[in-house]
T-cell receptor, first 110, second 118 residues
Framework: NAGVTQTPKFRVLKTGQSMTLLCAQD?????MYWYRQDPGMGLRLIHY???????AKGEVPDGYNVSRLKKQNFLLGLESAAPSQTSVYFC?????????FGPGTRLTVL | AQKITQTQPGMFVQEKEAVTLDCTYD???????LFWYKQPSSGEMIFLIY??????QNATEGRYSLNFQKARKSANLVISASQLGDSAMYFC???????????????FGQGTTLQVKP
């Protein structure tokens, strides 16, 4: 079991560029989440999904979109990156209880 | 509104001693869950321990225990016999609601950095 994997691990973007972060889990979890972590702060929820084909907004959804076309994958998109989106992005999955996290993606927007 | 507060930005502890990391929470729900995660310098988030609001006994997992005081709305993490590998950032988190209707969303505190001295 790989658990929760994220690609890429690092990325540098220029302002206005777009990109997609991929999260994959092999634990057959229904629930998946995208968080961002900024220096000196805890994780904040961007979007989440309670099952294939469903998505919902979290605490800080502006500037991001998500899709859950397959149960095992949860994609996070940035349509027009801004320097304020420089952060570490974590994906997590769960059945309904404990969330298990991926290793994170460090994104820098110049 | 639900909120998690960790008032200790940084803590030091001597190797082999016990340390308590503080966490207080605010919620109007009767059903909720409390979690602690560890984030070492490598960056991954590692689940440590869970306490449900209806659990009568404090949760324990090896050297980790959760001192749950419901009336005070506190869920402090106790690490016994600290090891050098315990040096990390520790996050307290809360999930409101238990059961089939909850979405599992977590609210995190700002974290406490623990340094274990040899």
């Amino acid at each position: 079991n790989a658990g929760v994997t994220q690609t890429p691990k690092f990325r540098v973007l220029k302002t206005g560029q777009s990109m997609t972060l991929l999260c994959a889990q092999d634990m057959n979890h229904e629930y998946m989440y995208w968080y961002r972590q900024d220096p000196g702060m805890g994780l904040r929820l961007i979007h989440y999904s309670v099952g294939e084909g469903t998505t919902a907004k979290g605490e800080v959804p502006d500037g991001y979109n998500v899709s859950r076309l397959k149960k095992q994958n949860f994609l996070l998109g940035l349509e027009s990156a801004a320097p304020s989106q420089t952060s570490v992005y974590f994906c997590a999955s769960s059945l309904q209880g404990t969330q298990y996290f991926g290793p994170g993606t460090r994104l820098t927007v110049l | 509104a639900q909120k998690i507060t960790q008032t200790q930005p940084g803590m030091f502890v001597q190797e082999k001693e016990a340390v308590t990391l503080d966490c207080t929470y605010d919620t109007s729900d009767q059903s909720y869950g409390l979690f602690w995660y560890k984030q070492p310098s490598s960056g991954e988030m590692i689940f440590l321990i869970y306490q449900g609001s209806y659990d009568e006994q404090n949760a324990t997992e090896g050297r980790y225990s959760l001192n749950f005081q419901k009336a005070r709305k506190s869920a402090n993490l106790v690490i016994s016999a600290s090891q050098l590998g315990d040096s990390a950032m520790y996050f307290c988190a809360m999930r409101e609601g238990l059961g089939s209707s909850n979405t599992g969303k977590l609210i995190f505190g700002q974290g406490t950095t623990l340094q274990v001295k040899p």
